[in-house]
């Protein structure tokens, strides 16, 4: 009997410790189920805040590209502007006014 008393003691020794084991399985688990849902969390934020600081950067850049682009044309418009003065202050010899009146007469015939 004393056999069957420690043999019946064995196995619930061993079914305290499978139990055991599977509750702290199971709390591990949560655990790590809880921290990967954390993670999971972070990084989403973390591409969101990527993905608007990126979205600034390339507005800033494409704000900066047309200021640049706008003060060449500006410099461009100008400096035509200044050569266009200065070449109709220019007096135009009789062969290039000729030249040009035949351009524009001869324009207007072929047109119509």
Do not use: H, P
Not at 41 to 52: G, P
């Amino acid at each position: 009997m004393e056999t069957s008393a420690n043999y019946t003691d064995l196995l619930k020794k061993i079914k305290q410790t499978e139990e055991a084991s599977g509750r702290e399985l199971s709390d591990r688990k949560k655990a790590l189920d809880d921290e990967l849902q954390r993670l999971e969390e972070e990084a989403r934020r973390s591409v969101s805040a990527a993905r608007e600081e990126a979205e600034a950067i390339i507005n800033q850049e494409v704000e900066r590209a047309r200021n640049d682009v706008q003060a060449e044309a500006q410099k461009l418009l100008s400096s035509a502007s200044s050569e266009s003065e200065i070449v109709a202050a220019k007096k135009l010899e009789r062969k290039e006014s000729r030249k040009i009146v035949e351009e524009i007469v001869l324009a207007e015939f072929k047109g119509n």
